[in-house]
């Protein structure tokens, strides 16, 4: 881990409060359960921040066990004779090994040098976190020299040649999903060895330092990166988005469940308590919660021009039902009197020294929420690989023999609010007025 003690603590915490390079926005999208809509939000918002600004390019890793955003990215969910989906089959197409998707990365992450790694040799098979990992595999090598940080457009593939509605300025790091960490992929035949997703090992942290170093790196016409997780809040993948995020948005459902499992999970999977906070306390965390986002909230449309609307401090580009408001007003009460009277969960929250001490200032800065998407809307995204900023009111085949267009008037005001919830997780620079149709 380099430093240790004391002294490699403050040495680490440093080094966070340093990283001042680009892109301007890191968001790590991240949630305890399945269902929240964690992925469904990050396809929609990269896709949004990148036909915001088409003159900056927008990254995204898929570090999730499913591989569910690339999916979306490369044409969506439809299955195809073979039983693969679309999605997935562009992927096979686009970049049929490792070295071009995630685990390539991760690969790479472990073997190369950087400075503070001088000192130490290289991973070999007895002592890489990873467990050799990629152990089994003739590409063990490093596939690019170990000096500098790690160039993380070497490992992107760009979705608009396999799928035209999602925007030339997009860039993807894919996951082929489970294929991606099969045993084939990953296992080194060790007895008794524990899957790269469940181990709580803290030799993760150089991977995830350099992947900081790496997304700092990265040219300066890369403005955001968006990062899709596993519901697995503790894993391994997880963490190391976090190490290099600046930001986390944490979706949540109106299920009480989706709240209390922040700090309350019997597997240890408790994204605040068990994954964030020891982090923190190791000062292996760099992201900070940034806008908790309730989503399927029903409620009524707000004018094409979106203004927030402010009920109980919660802020919205649409007037939520009162059933719902009075929900979200009560799952920020509870996170506040965390906030308030904790101050590890306090220090989880960014730009803290700016916000009132109140429960609504509170939920005003942290809290924000999405309207339901009509059925339709959401098959033509997940089947096809639409995202809403670049949907129209043309007909679209969700199913074969099936079509559908999607009603104009809410589809503008499913832009809005969008634009306005990208506008919150990173700038007023991506106030680019969306593509009316």
């Given at each position: 881990?380099?430093?240790?003690?004391?002294?490699?603590?403050?040495?680490?915490?440093?080094?966070?409060?340093?990283?001042?390079?680009?892109p301007?926005?890191?968001?790590?999208?991240?949630?305890?359960?399945?269902?929240?809509?964690?992925?469904?939000?990050?396809?929609?918002?990269?896709?949004?921040?990148?036909?915001?600004?088409?003159?900056?390019?927008?990254?995204?890793?898929?570090?999730?066990?499913?591989?569910?955003?690339?999916?979306?990215?490369?044409?969506?969910?439809?299955?195809?004779?073979?039983?693969?989906?679309?999605?997935?089959s562009?992927?096979?197409?686009?970049?049929?090994?490792?070295?071009?998707?995630?685990?390539?990365?991760?690969?790479d992450?472990?073997?190369?040098?950087?400075?503070k790694?001088?000192?130490?040799a290289?991973?070999?098979?007895?002592?890489?976190?990873?467990?050799?990992?990629?152990?089994?595999?003739?590409?063990?090598?490093?596939?690019?020299?170990?000096?500098?940080?790690?160039?993380?457009?070497?490992?992107?593939?760009?979705?608009?040649?396999?799928?035209?509605?999602?925007?030339?300025?997009?860039?993807?790091?894919?996951?082929a999903?489970?294929?991606?960490?099969?045993?084939?992929?990953?296992?080194?035949?060790?007895?008794?060895?524990?899957?790269?997703?469940?181990?709580?090992?803290?030799?993760?942290?150089?991977?995830?330092?350099?992947?900081?170093?790496?997304?700092?790196?990265?040219?300066?016409?890369?403005?955001?990166?968006?990062?899709?997780?596993?519901?697995?809040?503790?894993c391994?993948?997880t963490?190391?988005?976090?190490?290099?995020?600046?930001?986390?948005?944490?979706?949540?459902?109106?299920?009480?469940?989706?709240?209390?499992?922040?700090?309350?999970?019997?597997?240890?999977?408790?994204l605040?308590?068990?994954?964030?906070?020891?982090?923190?306390?190791?000062?292996?965390?760099?992201?900070?919660?940034?806008?908790?986002?309730?989503?399927?909230?029903?409620?009524?449309?707000?004018?094409?021009?979106?203004?927030?609307?402010?009920?109980?401090?919660?802020?919205?580009?649409?007037?939520?039902?009162?059933?719902?408001?009075?929900?979200?007003?009560?799952?920020?009460?509870?996170?506040?009197?965390?906030?308030v009277?904790?101050?590890?969960?306090?220090?989880?929250?960014?730009?803290?020294?700016?916000?009132?001490?109140?429960?609504?200032?509170?939920?005003?800065?942290?809290?924000?929420?999405m309207?339901?998407?009509?059925?339709?809307?959401?098959?033509?995204?997940?089947?096809i690989?639409?995202?809403?900023?670049?949907?129209?009111?043309?007909?679209?085949?969700?199913?074969?023999?099936?079509?559908?267009?999607?009603?104009?008037?809410?589809?503008?005001?499913?832009?809005?609010?969008?634009?306005?919830?990208?506008?919150?997780?990173?700038?007023?620079?991506?106030?680019?007025?969306?593509?009316y149709?």
């Amino acid at each position: 881990l380099g430093a240790t003690g004391e002294h490699g603590a403050r040495v680490r915490a440093k080094e966070m409060d340093c990283k001042a390079g680009t892109p301007t926005h890191s968001i790590v999208f991240c949630s305890n359960r399945g269902g929240a809509g964690k992925t469904f939000m990050a396809f929609q918002a990269a896709c949004e921040a990148a036909r915001a600004r088409p003159e900056k390019k927008v990254l995204v890793i898929d570090f999730s066990h499913y591989g569910d955003v690339t999916t979306l990215l490369l044409g969506g969910t439809a299955k195809q004779p073979n039983g693969d989906t679309v999605g997935f089959s562009k992927l096979m197409e686009m970049a049929p090994t490792m070295d071009t998707r995630v685990e390539g990365l991760v690969r790479d992450l472990e073997n190369a040098m950087d400075v503070k790694d001088l000192s130490t040799a290289a991973p070999t098979a007895s002592n890489s976190f990873f467990g050799q990992l990629f152990g089994r595999r003739d590409s063990a090598v490093p596939t690019q020299a170990p000096s500098g940080p790690v160039d993380l457009t070497k490992y992107t593939i760009q979705p608009s040649t396999a799928n035209e509605a999602i925007p030339s300025n997009l860039y993807l790091i894919p996951s082929a999903g489970p294929v991606s960490w099969s045993e084939a992929n990953t296992s080194t035949g060790a007895e008794n060895e524990v899957p790269l997703l469940f181990r709580k090992d803290d030799g993760w942290y150089p991977v995830g330092r350099r992947l900081a170093a790496a997304a700092d790196a990265l040219p300066e016409d890369f403005d955001a990166i968006f990062v899709d997780t596993d519901h697995l809040a503790s894993c391994v993948l997880t963490k190391l988005a976090l190490t290099m995020c600046d930001s986390v948005v944490v979706p949540l459902s109106l299920n009480n469940d989706d709240n209390l499992r922040l700090y309350v999970d019997s597997t240890d999977n408790a994204l605040f308590t068990d994954v964030m906070i020891p982090m923190m306390e190791k000062q292996q965390l760099r992201a900070k919660v940034h806008r908790m986002v309730f989503t399927r909230v029903l409620g009524t449309e707000s004018p094409l021009t979106p203004t927030s609307v402010i009920d109980f401090g919660i802020k919205s580009a649409f007037t939520p039902t009162v059933a719902g408001m009075k929900v979200m007003d009560l799952f920020a009460a509870a996170n506040y009197t965390s906030y308030v009277n904790k101050a590890k969960f306090r220090s989880m929250f960014k730009d803290v020294d700016d916000v009132p001490n109140t429960k609504a200032a509170f939920a005003a800065m942290y809290f924000s929420a999405m309207q339901s998407i009509p059925d339709l809307t959401t098959q033509i995204s997940e089947r096809i690989g639409v995202p809403i900023c670049t949907m129209t009111t043309e007909r679209y085949e969700v199913l074969k023999g099936h079509d559908g267009v999607a009603a104009r008037k809410r589809l503008m005001s499913m832009k809005a609010q969008l634009q306005a919830l990208v506008i919150s997780m990173t700038s007023e620079d991506y106030n680019k007025p969306p593509d009316y149709v």
